[in-house]
């Protein structure tokens, strides 16, 4: 296939190629992250979600549901981006964002420095992207979801809005495990897990148990390719 370049996205591209590995990215903290590192470029990305107590099937709690989107380049990530230059700070840029991907109602939800749950660097890149989650009540989350669909990047940037199930199937692999190994963009799945870990989403036994399986499922994935 003809290489047809990056044009005027050669330097923001950049940043969201495939390739990276979890030990590209190294844990800040925020305040380390915007005084010591306000020359790097910056993303953030924010998780809505709504813990519940729905047994599907009488059979998996489904705990939580999170919205998570399928991008326009075919990975799985959260709503977010990168900050331009000339915006005030972070959550600004994050708020701009998530207004134009999800199509948020930024009097009511807008993501605050409150809202911070992690940062990550990831130095050969010269990046560092903030992660940041909202509770809503099951009610807002609904209505969050389905104001995305007349989002501006709804469609063109944005191909939908998901919900990663938590639980794990009875065969072990199905759920949590199996959806762990789609393509995420940037480290949106250590986010995810770190996020179902800090805000005790799943039981530590749970989590390491549906870890384990994933790691067996990339194994048995890698090896047949
Ligand atoms: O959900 C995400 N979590 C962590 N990193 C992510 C996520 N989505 C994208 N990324 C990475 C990929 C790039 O390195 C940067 C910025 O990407 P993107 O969100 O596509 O930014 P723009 O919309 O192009 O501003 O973050």
């Given amino acids: 296939m003809a290489d047809i370049g990056w044009g005027n996205l050669t330097n923001s591209e950049g940043y ?4 990276d590995t979890k030990d590209d990215y190294k844990i800040l903290t925020y305040d380390d992250a915007k005084v010591n590192y306000s020359t790097y470029m910056h993303g953030a990305h924010a998780m809505f979600y709504s ?8 059979l998996y709690n489904t705990r939580a549901a999170i919205l998570m989107q399928m991008r326009f380049d ?3 990530g959260f709503p977010g981006g990168l900050i ?3 915006e005030e700070d972070v959550v600004s840029g994050l708020n701009r964002e998530l207004e134009e ?3 948020l109602d930024l009097t009511r939800f807008c993501i605050k420095d409150e809202n911070h749950l992690v940062s990550f660097l990831h130095e050969k ?3 560092v992207l903030h992660f940041y989650a909202k ?3 099951m009610i807002e989350f609904r209505e969050i979801e389905l104001k995305s669909l007349s989002a501006p990047d709804f469609g063109s940037e944005v191909m939908g809005v998901i919900r990663p199930p938590l639980f794990t199937m009875g065969d072990g692999k199905r759920g949590l495990p ?5 393509s995420f963009a940037g480290n949106a799945r250590e986010e995810l897990v770190y996020a179902i870990r800090h805000l005790k989403l799943l039981t530590d036994t749970d989590l390491q148990e549906s870890l384990k399986e994933f790691e067996e499922l990339m194994k048995s994935k890698n090896s047949s390719e």
């Fill in 125 to 127: 890149k010269n990046l």
């Fill in 178 to 182: 199996a959806f762990l190994t789609n």
């Fill in 74 to 76: 075919g990975l799985l």
């Fill in 16 to 19: 969201g190629r495939l390739g």
């Fill in 84 to 86: 331009d230059q000339g």
């Fill in 51 to 58: 813990t519940h107590d729905f047994t599907l099937w009488d």
């Fill in 101 to 103: 991907e999800i199509g």
């Fill in 135 to 137: 509770e809503v009540s």
